[in-house]
């Protein structure tokens, strides 16, 4: 069965410094890969997402990530964090053309110091 | 609205008690998707609807959860005889059509507190 890990529940960083959070998945197939947003009393929101073209998407916000394949990985970055960054960021994995719903991660909360 | 609402934005209960949680999808969106986050826990799936399919129940962790949805339009997730371990933020979703090529749309969850 496929699955997601993100490795830190909270990454805490500078206001301008780098964003990274790590995502792993496991799949047998190949994936879609997914990160999401969730602002504080809000739903999630697609940042961006992995379909199996360029290895390297660009997402809203200034985000990016790359999918890995050697690492199975499809870990989010961001050159120079934001305030309004703050958020929780969930990776989630689909590994079927079907109708399965995305499996999530456990959510990294990215806290942002001025 | 645009988007998809829930209703309540809260709801404290008595444990034993039942609850219903209403999702009004997008317009249009024959997919409607309920995952359950519990406090350090990613989303948990419990039910997926598609049209007029058999809903995809296989995430609903007792025989005391059940969901409904009348054609593609509201759906709602009952609690019978909640549990303590039932306090979470229900989120639903919606996508215009099934599969993983359609993102999904989620509203702003249901906390649900069981005292």
């Known amino acids: 069965a496929q699955s997601v890990t993100q490795l830190g529940s909270h990454v805490s960083v500078s206001e301008g410094a780098l964003v990274l959070l790590r995502c792993n998945y496991s799949s047998s197939v190949p994936p879609y890969l997914f990160w999401y947003v969730q602002y504080p009393n809000q739903g999630l929101q697609l940042l961006l997402k992995y379909t199996s073209a360029a290895t390297l998407v660009k997402g809203i916000n200034g985000f990016e990530a790359e999918f890995k394949k050697s690492e199975t990985s499809f870990h989010l970055t961001k050159p120079s964090a934001h305030m309004s960054d703050a958020a929780e960021y969930f990776c989630?994995?689909?590994?079927?053309?079907?109708?399965?719903?995305?499996?999530f991660g456990k959510g990294t909360r990215l806290s942002v110091i001025a | 609205g645009a988007g998809v609402s829930q209703s309540p934005s809260n709801k404290v209960t008595e444990k034993g008690k039942d609850v219903e949680l209403r999702c009004d999808p997008i317009?249009?969106?024959?997919?409607l998707y309920w995952y359950r986050q519990r406090l350090g826990q990613g989303l948990e799936f419990l039910i997926y609807?598609?049209?007029?399919?058999?809903?995809?129940k296989s995430g609903l962790p007792s025989d005391r959860f059940s969901a409904e949805r009348t054609g593609e339009s509201v759906s709602t997730l009952t609690i019978q005889r909640t549990q303590q371990e039932d306090s979470a933020v229900y989120l639903c979703?919606?996508?215009?059509?099934?599969?993983?090529?359609?993102?999904?749309?989620f509203g702003n969850g249901t906390r649900l507190t069981v005292t």
């Open positions: 979703a919606s996508s215009w059509a099934p599969g993983r090529n359609s993102p999904l749309h």
């Open positions: 317009s249009g969106h024959t997919a």
């Open positions: 609807f598609q049209g007029n399919s058999a809903p995809d």
């Open positions: 989630a994995v689909s590994v079927s053309s079907g109708n399965t719903p995305l499996v």
